[in-house]
């Protein structure tokens, strides 16, 4: 939640507008839209969406790694078997500040255009998404100007 503006940001510009990924189909916590309903148990929440979800996106960040509910997020995702965990790390963090998902998996920065073109390119072809490169290139321009 300590990341909730910059997270927002890149769930507005990259998912809704750069995708056309209706957000009734992302589970993102720490958003009204996007998260737990009121009345509902958060970690009950946390981990059906987790057991159901095609990909998973960890945005690591020191604040992540100082959050225990992140932390058992992270583990959660990563003990799941056929699950596509994509670990991107925030501004103002290092590669080495994924700790043991470094070892394991390959990250990404958040800012890097061709990661997340990648991942544009991989969303498209794993739900059969049409790609709309004009519309996803203007979104993501949009967003790493508001990085910068």
């Given at each position: 939640s300590k990341d909730n503006e910059l997270i927002?940001?890149?769930?507005?510009?990259?998912?809704l507008l750069g995708m056309g990924i209706d957000s009734e189909i992302i589970?993102?916590?720490s958003r009204e839209d996007?998260?737990?309903p009121a009345g509902e148990s958060i970690p009950q929440f946390i981990q059906d969406n987790i057991a159901c979800a095609d990909i998973v996106l960890l945005m690591i960040s020191d604040n992540y790694k100082s959050s225990e509910v992140c932390l058992n997020e992270m583990g959660a995702a990563w003990a799941l078997k056929d699950k596509r965990v994509l670990p991107f790390i925030l501004p103002n963090t290092t590669f080495n500040d994924m700790g043991f998902?470094?070892?394991v998996k390959q990250g990404a920065s958040i800012a890097d255009k061709c990661k997340l073109d990648e991942f544009y390119?991989?969303?498209c072809g794993y739900y059969g998404i049409s790609?709309?490169?004009p519309s996803f290139?203007?979104?993501?321009?949009?967003f790493i100007e508001t990085l910068n």
């Amino acid at each position: 939640s300590k990341d909730n503006e910059l997270i927002g940001t890149f769930v507005d510009s990259i998912f809704l507008l750069g995708m056309g990924i209706d957000s009734e189909i992302i589970a993102y916590t720490s958003r009204e839209d996007t998260g737990v309903p009121a009345g509902e148990s958060i970690p009950q929440f946390i981990q059906d969406n987790i057991a159901c979800a095609d990909i998973v996106l960890l945005m690591i960040s020191d604040n992540y790694k100082s959050s225990e509910v992140c932390l058992n997020e992270m583990g959660a995702a990563w003990a799941l078997k056929d699950k596509r965990v994509l670990p991107f790390i925030l501004p103002n963090t290092t590669f080495n500040d994924m700790g043991f998902l470094n070892e394991v998996k390959q990250g990404a920065s958040i800012a890097d255009k061709c990661k997340l073109d990648e991942f544009y390119n991989e969303v498209c072809g794993y739900y059969g998404i049409s790609s709309d490169w004009p519309s996803f290139n203007k979104a993501k321009e949009d967003f790493i100007e508001t990085l910068n």
